[in-house]
């Protein structure tokens, strides 16, 4: 989950995709945000402890601007968080 540093009128149509990939973990995050003035979003990632600044790599992917589109196509969106996946194992009840 992200934070802000000042206040926000609305998020939406937020994506997230995280892939690991060799010893790295690859995050690409996307969203809509209404807000009056300028803010900082901050999205926390874990890093190794004692990780400098160098640890994190940003990388501008405005030059793809419809990487969530084509995930879409490549892997269809009939997953809803509404409905069960029928990818991932059913919990059973937890017993309190």
Do not use: N, W
């Not at 945000?33 to 926390?44: D, H, N, R, S, Y």
């Not at 990780?51 to 892997?75: C, I």
């Amino acid at each position: 989950m992200c934070c802000f540093s000042s206040r926000i009128e609305r998020v939406s149509g937020t994506h997230i995709f995280v892939r690991a990939e060799g010893g790295r973990q690859l995050v690409v995050y996307e969203m809509s945000l209404l807000a009056q003035g300028e803010l900082a979003m901050v999205l926390p990632i874990p890093v190794a402890p004692g990780a400098g600044e160098d640890a994190v790599e940003m990388v501008d992917l405005s030059a793809a601007p419809y990487f969530f589109t084509q995930l879409d196509m490549a892997f269809g969106t009939d997953l809803s968080l509404a409905a069960p996946s029928r990818l991932a194992p059913q919990a059973k009840a937890l017993k309190v």
